[in-house]
């Protein structure tokens, strides 16, 4: 299981995030994001009756799954918590663990299109493959004007009008349809100095569209409140400014845009105590071992007796 996990995917802050739940032995735990399973199998190996629930969009991550009769898993996106806990007879719970990074298995598995790696790959980038909504649908059919606010919003790319514009004057010769396709559309506007940053940047946008990875991290974080029990606590990884933001407003004020809402005496409403005061950041050491965790942040709450 060991050599499965790690070759789908390395977890980032594996330690720090799970020992930020203060697991109890007979508690009842949710990771929201199931992946290559490294984050679930620590946390199974600190129980002893309790029970672990399992989040996955990606049928692959089904292939990871150990034998062990505490682990519940359910394949479906995160956003969807509440209902299926309520499914399963499982009221409140005592811990969630959220890393929202994308898989390295899918970002090295070529045909699913999430890496400008694989030129020849169709432009897919969905992580659950029931979805209907592709990569190809968003290049191709998308207006100027909605292609720009994703390249802005998701990508924070500052010509973001000038990448449309090149987008849609490209499917006028052709239409998408594999990798290479996307590469030679942008082309033109890549720096020459930071090439491999703006394709991932181009890429990121694309992918958090098709999977509609803002609102279901908005629909996840709201339901945190109602399924956490007093004293519980959430750990999250986030990997980009995006996704930090959202997660740093909601334990600071309990909604992802960071409004503060004040009781009849002045004194806020927050249903979250962060347990840091900064995110955690990977060492020198887990960096040089998994590059790929350079970019990750830990939070860490505590919901509020």
Do not use: W
């Not at 930020?20 to 679930?40: E, M, Q, R």
């Not at 995160?78 to 898989?103: C, E, P, Q, T, W």
């Not at 059919?141 to 292609?147: E, G, I, V």
């Amino acid at each position: 299981m060991t050599d499965k996990v790690t070759a789908y995917h390395i977890p980032a802050l594996l330690k720090e995030s799970v020992d930020a739940l203060d697991i109890k032995a007979d508690g009842v735990y949710v990771d929201a994001t199931y992946g290559g399973g490294g984050h679930s199998m620590e946390i199974l190996s600190r129980l002893k009756n309790g029970r672990l629930v399992a989040f996955d969009r990606d049928m692959d991550a089904a292939n990871n799954l150990p034998a062990d009769r505490r682990l519940i898993f359910i394949q479906n996106n995160f956003r969807f918590m509440r209902n299926f806990l309520r499914y399963h007879n499982i009221g409140k719970v005592n811990g969630i663990l959220a890393d929202l990074g994308v898989s390295s298995h899918h970002f090295d598995e070529g045909k699913r299109g999430f890496s400008f790696r694989f030129p020849e790959a169709m432009l897919d980038m969905r992580m659950g493959q029931d979805s209907e909504l592709t990569a190809q649908t968003v290049l191709n059919t998308y207006s100027r004007d909605r292609l720009e606010h994703i390249f802005f919003e998701y990508g924070e790319i500052k010509q973001s009008a000038k990448l449309a514009g090149a987008l849609l004057e490209s499917r006028t010769r052709r239409a998408f349809v594999s990798v290479a396709d996307l590469i030679e559309a942008v082309e033109p506007l890549i720096p020459k100095s930071d090439e491999k940053q703006f394709l991932a940047r181009v890429f990121q946008a694309v992918r958090i569209e098709v999977n509609r990875e803002m609102a279901s991290l908005k629909h996840f974080l709201e339901q945190t409140v109602d399924v956490l029990d007093a004293g519980g606590r959430l750990s999250v990884i986030s990997y980009h400014s995006l996704e930090d933001r959202m997660v740093k407003n909601f334990i600071k004020t309990g909604n992802v845009e960071g409004q503060r809402f004040k009781d009849f005496y002045g004194n806020e409403i927050t249903p979250f105590t962060p347990v840091t005061k900064k995110a955690i950041v990977p060492g020198e050491s887990e960096i040089a071992c998994n590059s790929r965790s350079r970019s990750a942040k830990l939070r860490i709450a505590e919901k509020k007796q």
